[in-house]
C-alpha cells in the first residue's frame, strides 16, 4: 500500500474516534467528566445512560499548528536567505485496557521558500527518516516547496505490576543533562533544532522492571536504516539524595559503549552529569575510544531567574568544518560526535518578565574551534493556547576552516496548540 493511502487510511481512523468533538481549549488527558443543566428531579433521556456519560474517555487527541519565517543573513550587504514552515502534529493516545496502551504521533511539514529553491537535495533532507521502517514521505515537492509527512512515535505498550515493554517507534531518554547527551545512544538530537520539541524516536524494543519507586532496570534494542543495532542495559536507583544511572551496550554494531550518569542537588540547584565510552569492536586493543562527557548546574532564584551553565567534552577528533550542517542533518548526527571537538561552555539565563511574557539569553563557546554561538528568545502568550516567540541564533568563527565565518538566523513562530 503507498504512504499516502497508509496516511489517509489513519488519519480517518483518528477522525471517526474524535467524532464527538474536540475542543482547542482542553489541555491533553482525558477530558473531564461532562456536566448538565438538568437536576436531579428533572431526569430525562440522558439519566438513563449517565454512568456512560460519567465514564472518562479512554483515548486523548491534541497537537498543534505553528507558522514560522525565517530569515537567514550571512553578511548584510549580500543576500538575504528567508523561508516559510507551516508545521502540524497531531498526537493520538488509546489507553485500550489497564494493561495495554497505544500510541501514534504524526507531523506535517510545509516548507517553501529560498532554502528549497537554492538547495537541489533540501526535498531528501527534511524526508530523511533514520528509522529501521521508512515513515516519512513527501507528498509533493517542487523547485520552491516541499510538503513533507512523517509518523514520528507509534508504539504498543504492555505494562502489568512492575514490568513494562514497550515496541514500536519511541523516544528512549537516557539522558540527564539539557544540550549534549552522550548517555543518549539511541536517538540523538541537535540542541539548535528547537521547533521540534519532541525530539526522535527510534524503532525499537524495550522492557524495563521496577525494582522499587525509585530504581529500575531497562534492556532497549533499536535498528536504524542500514540495519545495523544498537543494543544496551541500563540500572537507574536512588542513593544519598542523588540518581544514579549505569549502563553498557554495543553502538550500531560496531562500539563497545560504557557510560555513568547522575541527578542531584547542590546549595538548591540542580546538579546533573553523564559521561560515556566508546570502543570500537574491530582491533578492539589496537584503537583509541572516544570519551564523552557533560556536567550541568542549574539554579531559580527568588526572584524567578533561572541561571543554567553546562560543560561538555568530546574527545572525538573526526570533525567537519560544517558544524551547522552536521547539527541540522539527522543524517551527519551521532552519538559518538554529537558536537565539536574538545571543550564547549553552555549557559543560559531567563526571566519571566510578566505572566505573558519570557525572555532569555544563551551562550555556546568552543575555544578549541574558536567558535561561539549566541541565542536570544522571546516570548509573548498572546492568549491560552497560542504563543509568538522571537529567536535568533548567531553563529560565529575565527577559524579560517571553517566554510562560514559568520551566520545569524532569526526565527518568528506563531503557536497554536489544541
Same mark, same amino acid.
Not at 474517555?57 to 491534541?62: I, Q
Not at 510545509?110 to 537554492?118: K, N, P, Q, R, S
Given at each position: 500500500?503507498?504512504?499516502?493511502?497508509?496516511?489517509?487510511?489513519?488519519?480517518? @481512523?483518528?477522525?471517526?474516534?474524535?467524532?464527538?468533538?474536540?475542543?482547542?481549549?482542553?489541555?491533553?488527558?482525558?477530558?473531564?467528566?461532562?456536566?448538565?443543566?438538568?437536576?436531579a428531579d428533572s431526569a430525562g433521556p440522558l439519566a438513563a445512560d449517565s454512568s456512560a456519560v460519567k465514564k472518562?474517555?479512554?483515548?486523548?487527541?491534541?497537537?498543534?499548528?505553528?507558522?514560522?519565517?525565517?530569515?537567514?543573513?550571512?553578511?548584510?550587504?549580500?543576500?538575504?536567505?528567508?523561508?516559510?514552515?507551516?508545521?502540524?502534529?497531531?498526537?493520538?493516545?488509546?489507553?485500550?485496557?489497564?494493561?495495554?496502551?497505544?500510541?501514534?504521533?504524526?507531523?506535517?511539514?510545509?516548507?517553501?521558500?529560498?532554502?528549497?529553491?537554492?538547495?537541489?537535495?533540501?526535498?531528501?533532507?527534511?524526508?530523511?527518516?533514520?528509522?529501521?521502517?521508512?515513515?516519512?514521505?513527501?507528498?509533493?515537492?517542487?523547485?520552491?516547496?516541499?510538503?513533507?509527512?512523517?509518523?514520528?512515535?507509534?508504539?504498543?505498550?504492555?505494562?502489568?505490576?512492575?514490568?513494562?515493554?514497550?515496541?514500536?517507534?519511541?523516544?528512549?531518554?537516557?539522558?540527564?543533562?539539557?544540550?549534549?547527551?552522550?548517555?543518549?545512544?539511541?536517538?540523538?538530537?541537535?540542541?539548535?533544532?528547537?521547533?521540534?520539541?519532541?525530539?526522535?524516536?527510534?524503532?525499537?524494543?524495550?522492557?524495563?522492571?521496577?525494582?522499587?519507586?525509585?530504581?529500575?532496570?531497562?534492556?532497549?534494542?533499536?535498528?536504524?536504516?542500514?540495519?545495523?543495532?544498537?543494543?544496551?542495559?541500563?540500572?537507574?536507583?536512588?542513593?544519598?539524595?542523588?540518581?544514579?544511572?549505569?549502563?553498557?551496550?554495543?553502538?550500531?554494531?560496531?562500539?563497545?559503549?560504557?557510560?555513568?550518569?547522575?541527578?542531584?542537588?547542590?546549595?538548591?540547584?540542580?546538579?546533573?552529569?553523564?559521561?560515556?565510552?566508546?570502543?570500537?569492536?574491530?582491533?578492539?586493543?589496537?584503537?583509541?575510544?572516544?570519551?564523552?562527557?557533560?556536567?550541568?548546574?542549574?539554579?531559580? @532564584?527568588?526572584?524567578?531567574? @533561572?541561571?543554567?551553565?553546562?560543560?561538555?567534552?568530546?574527545?572525538?577528533?573526526?570533525?567537519?568544518?560544517?558544524?551547522?550542517?552536521?547539527?541540522?542533518?539527522?543524517?551527519?548526527?551521532?552519538?559518538?560526535?554529537?558536537?565539536?571537538?574538545?571543550?564547549?561552555?553552555?549557559?543560559?539565563?531567563?526571566?519571566?518578565?510578566?505572566?505573558?511574557?519570557?525572555?532569555?539569553?544563551?551562550?555556546?563557546?568552543?575555544?578549541?574551534?574558536?567558535?561561539?554561538?549566541?541565542?536570544?528568545?522571546?516570548?509573548?502568550?498572546?492568549?491560552?493556547?497560542?504563543?509568538?516567540?522571537?529567536?535568533?541564533?548567531?553563529?560565529?568563527?575565527?577559524?579560517?576552516?571553517?566554510?562560514?565565518?559568520?551566520?545569524?538566523?532569526? @526565527?518568528?513562530?506563531?503557536?497554536?496548540?489544541?
Amino acid at each position: 500500500m503507498k504512504p499516502v493511502a497508509v496516511y489517509t487510511l489513519t488519519l480517518f @481512523f483518528i477522525l471517526l474516534l474524535t467524532a464527538d468533538g474536540i475542543s482547542l481549549g482542553n489541555p491533553p488527558g482525558p477530558r473531564a467528566k461532562a456536566s448538565y443543566s438538568q437536576t436531579a428531579d428533572s431526569a430525562g433521556p440522558l439519566a438513563a445512560d449517565s454512568s456512560a456519560v460519567k465514564k472518562e474517555r479512554s483515548w486523548s487527541f491534541n497537537g498543534y499548528v505553528k507558522d514560522m519565517q525565517t530569515l537567514i543573513v550571512h553578511k548584510i550587504d549580500e543576500p538575504w536567505v528567508t523561508d516559510n514552515l507551516i508545521h502540524n502534529r497531531n498526537n493520538f493516545k488509546w489507553n485500550i485496557s489497564r494493561s495495554f496502551t497505544f500510541c501514534l504521533q504524526e507531523r506535517n511539514r510545509f516548507y517553501w521558500g529560498d532554502l528549497t529553491a537554492i538547495s537541489p537535495q533540501y526535498a531528501d533532507f527534511i524526508a530523511y527518516d533514520n528509522g529501521l521502517v521508512n515513515m516519512s514521505w513527501n507528498i509533493f515537492s517542487g523547485k520552491s516547496y516541499v510538503l513533507n509527512i512523517a509518523i514520528d512515535r507509534i508504539w504498543l505498550d504492555y505494562t502489568r505490576d512492575k514490568f513494562q515493554v514497550t515496541l514500536g517507534r519511541q523516544r528512549i531518554n537516557w539522558s540527564q543533562t539539557f544540550v549534549w547527551n552522550p548517555n543518549d545512544i539511541f536517538n540523538t538530537y541537535s540542541y539548535f533544532d528547537f521547533d521540534y520539541e519532541e525530539k526522535p524516536g527510534s524503532d525499537a524494543i524495550r522492557l524495563q522492571y521496577f525494582t522499587s519507586p525509585s530504581s529500575r532496570v531497562e534492556i532497549a534494542v533499536k535498528a536504524d536504516k542500514d540495519k545495523k543495532v544498537t543494543a544496551a542495559g541500563l540500572y537507574r536507583f536512588n542513593k544519598w539524595k542523588y540518581d544514579f544511572q549505569g549502563l553498557a551496550g554495543i553502538y550500531t554494531q560496531s562500539d563497545l559503549v560504557l557510560g555513568l550518569g547522575w541527578a542531584g542537588q547542590i546549595a538548591g540547584g540542580g546538579f546533573k552529569g553523564e559521561m560515556s565510552w566508546f570502543q570500537p569492536l574491530k582491533h578492539f586493543g589496537d584503537t583509541t575510544g572516544v570519551f564523552l562527557s557533560s556536567i550541568e548546574y542549574d539554579y531559580t @532564584f527568588r526572584n524567578s531567574i @533561572f541561571l543554567q551553565f553546562e560543560g561538555f567534552y568530546n574527545s572525538n577528533h573526526t570533525n567537519s568544518a560544517n558544524v551547522l550542517v552536521n547539527q541540522f542533518n539527522p543524517a551527519l548526527l551521532n552519538a559518538k560526535n554529537p558536537f565539536l571537538t574538545g571543550f564547549s561552555m553552555f549557559g543560559n539565563i531567563s526571566y519571566p518578565v510578566t505572566p505573558l511574557i519570557s525572555i532569555a539569553l544563551a551562550g555556546i563557546f568552543n575555544p578549541t574551534n574558536k567558535m561561539y554561538f549566541i541565542i536570544p528568545t522571546f516570548t509573548f502568550s498572546l492568549m491560552n493556547n497560542l504563543d509568538l516567540s522571537l529567536i535568533s541564533q548567531t553563529f560565529q568563527t575565527y577559524d579560517p576552516a571553517m566554510v562560514s565565518s559568520c551566520q545569524t538566523s532569526v @526565527f518568528i513562530r506563531l503557536k497554536g496548540s489544541f
